[in-house]
């Protein structure tokens, strides 16, 4: 069965940069596009960007394009993905989502919650 | 415009029917699809596209477009369906993505 599986906690001071992991197994990585949402304690979702797995193109929102990163390793089937330069108000949870033929989100992650202290 | 709107909340009667909108310029070019997330949980995809069900989502949840709007609309619901439900699609340019606000809905 399709699984995403996100690395755990994290707790960084401000002006940090942090790296989450989301490994998925159960079908072809490399043939889904993965994005990664933000998500603000008591607040809504935020699409950040996506990656291809296959090729490592990616593509950013405008929010973030200058502090994020997204990368992959496709022999052990994992997308990342590089928040910089942190502030307190990144602190959220952070979910990848696996793209459905570029239509919509069908698997996501468990999330990882990343704290940021000043 | 690369914004979807959402009420910020509502509520229904237990057994009754709600609607669940989002509003957005994008929505004229692009299906909506709709989240439900329940507190600490990762969201769940409850409806998608023209009209397509995930397996294992009940037949009470439902969906429609006209225009520039989408709506999710739930047929009597249940206690378990309180939770928030956001939208999404891509953008005008169609080469983002972006979420409505959320919608959290009440189940009295």
């Known amino acids: 069965q399709v699984q995403l599986v996100q690395s755990g906690a994290e707790v960084k001071k401000a002006g940090a940069s942090v790296k989450v992991s989301c490994k998925a197994s159960?079908?072809?990585?490399?043939?889904?596009?993965i994005h990664w949402v933000r998500q603000v304690p008591g607040q809504g979702l935020e699409w950040m960007g996506w990656i291809n797995p296959d090729s490592g193109a990616t593509r950013y929102s405008q929010k973030f394009q200058d502090r994020v990163t997204m990368t992959r390793d496709t022999s052990i089937s994992i997308a990342y993905m590089e928040l910089t330069r942190l502030r307190s108000d990144d602190t959220a949870v952070f979910y990848c989502?696996?793209?459905?033929?570029?239509?919509?989100?069908?698997?996501w992650g468990q999330g990882t919650l990343v704290t940021v202290s000043s | 415009s690369s914004e979807l709107t959402q009420d910020p909340t509502v509520s229904v009667a237990l057994g009754q029917t709600v609607r669940v909108t989002c509003q957005g310029d994008?929505?004229?070019?692009?299906?909506a699809n709709w989240y439900q997330q329940k507190p600490g949980q990762a969201p769940v995809l409850v409806f998608y596209?023209?009209?397509s069900r995930p397996s294992g989502i009940p037949d009470r949840f439902s969906g429609s477009s006209s225009g520039n709007t989408a709506s999710l609309t739930i047929t009597g619901a249940q206690a378990e369906d309180e939770a928030d439900y956001y939208c999404t699609s891509r953008d005008s340019s169609g080469n983002h993505w972006v979420f409505g606000g959320g919608t959290k809905l009440t189940v009295l």
């Open positions: 989502a696996r793209d459905w033929l570029s239509d919509y989100f069908d698997y």
């Open positions: 994008s929505l004229r070019s692009y299906y």
């Open positions: 596209a023209k009209d």
């Open positions: 159960g079908y072809n990585f490399a043939g889904y596009y």
